[in-house]
C-alpha cells in the first residue's frame, strides 16, 4: 500500500519522523514529487541542500524498507506555481507560451 508525501513541504528534521509513521500505518511504498524549481532555481545553480536534500530524504525512506515512487516531472502538478516549473524558463525562453483559453 502506498502513501504521498512532498519532501519540500515537510522540514527535513521530520523526514523521518514522517516516513516511519506511514510505515507503522502500515504503508510499505511513497511516492513524492521532485520540483524542478527548487532544485534549479537559476539555470546552471543546483541546490540539493536541507529540505531540498533529495538524497537524505530518499536514503532516509530506504534505510526504512519504504519503495519510493518517484514523480520527477518536470510539471508535478503539485498545487505549486507553474507546476513546479522554475520561472526563469519564461523569462531565458520568450517563444515559451503558457496555455490559455486562447487557441
Known amino acids: 500500500m502506498s502513501g504521498s508525501i512532498h519532501y519540500f513541504r515537510v522540514p ?23 520540483e524542478w524549481n527548487h532544485h534549479e532555481p537559476e539555470p546552471g545553480v543546483y541546490n540539493f541542500d536541507g529540505d531540498y536534500d533529495l538524497p537524505k530524504f530518499l536514503k532516509t ?37 503558457l496555455r490559455s483559453f486562447d487557441s
Open 12 to 34: 527535513n528534521q521530520f523526514w523521518y519522523d514522517r516516513l516511519y509513521k506511514m510505515k507503522m500505518a502500515g504503508l510499505n511504498a511513497i511516492q513524492t514529487y521532485v
Open 61 to 97: 525512506a530506504h534505510d526504512l524498507g519504504l519503495v519510493v515512487v518517484l514523480r520527477s516531472g518536470p510539471f508535478i502538478d503539485a498545487e505549486r506555481d507553474m507546476g513546479g516549473l522554475p520561472y526563469w524558463l519564461l523569462r531565458n525562453n520568450p517563444d515559451i507560451k
